[in-house]
């Protein structure tokens, strides 16, 4: 048995002696045969799984993010598009819920300025890649944040089926605390007086 194991072990040494030796004198050959097969296998999986890259017809809402404090934007920032590269089966499942478009407001001034849009995928599909976002860059208007005290008002719309009685209206909290730039803030309380008004 012990006789086995040592010519086990002294043909074991002469392959893999031959084997070093052989791609010693052959190194090559045996890195083009890597490459080949290297190739091969980008081939067979791309074919298997067939990639897609374009702009997905999809409109992903920009966020604003960091905002410093006495600050608030503008109104919506709006849409963008993003050039993808996905596999084919994922690329007709995706939504815009998969991804996340944002603009970085730290540092900024009171003003419009043109700011980078970065975008992230939010869903656990890693095979998508997002090599642009398009536009890559949009104005964003930072405007003074302002907070008022306001009424709470009920309009009641419609009138209750015959045989009921509508109640008068109760309001809890009678009085709300909005906050926004000031043009909005000058929005709501003139549709408040607007409001006001009619019940009179």
């Known amino acids: 048995m012990l006789r086995l194991i040592r010519e086990f072990l002294r043909v074991g040494e002469a392959v893999v002696l031959g084997a070093i030796g052989s791609v010693r004198r052959n190194f090559g050959l045996a890195l083009l045969s890597v490459g080949l097969a290297f190739t091969v296998w980008i081939f067979i999986t791309d074919t298997e799984h067939p990639t897609r890259a374009g702009i997905l017809p ?4 920009v966020l604003p993010v960091n905002v410093p404090d006495g600050l608030t934007v503008s109104g919506p920032l709006g849409d963008v598009r ?15 819920d998969d991804f996340r478009a944002t603009v970085n407001l730290a540092g900024v001034q009171v003003g419009t300025q043109e700011l980078e849009v970065r975008a ?4 656990e599909r890693t095979s998508v890649d997002v090599i ?15 907070s008022q005290l306001v ?14 009685k509508a109640a008068s209206p109760l309001v809890d909290p ?16 003139a549709e408040i007086g607007s409001a006001s008004g009619r019940e009179r």
């Open 58 to 61: 999809i409109d992903i809402a």
């Open 82 to 96: 993003l050039e993808i590269e996905a596999p084919e089966d994922v690329w007709d499942r995706l939504t815009a």
């Open 120 to 123: 992230e995928i939010l869903s």
């Open 132 to 146: 642009a976002v398009k536009p890559p860059t949009i104005q964003v208007e930072v405007k003074p944040l302002v």
């Open 151 to 164: 009424p709470v008002s009920v309009e009641v719309v419609g009138s209750p089926p015959i045989g009921y």
């Open 174 to 189: 009678e009085r709300v605390v909005i906050s926004g730039s000031e043009d909005l803030v000058a929005r709501v309380n």
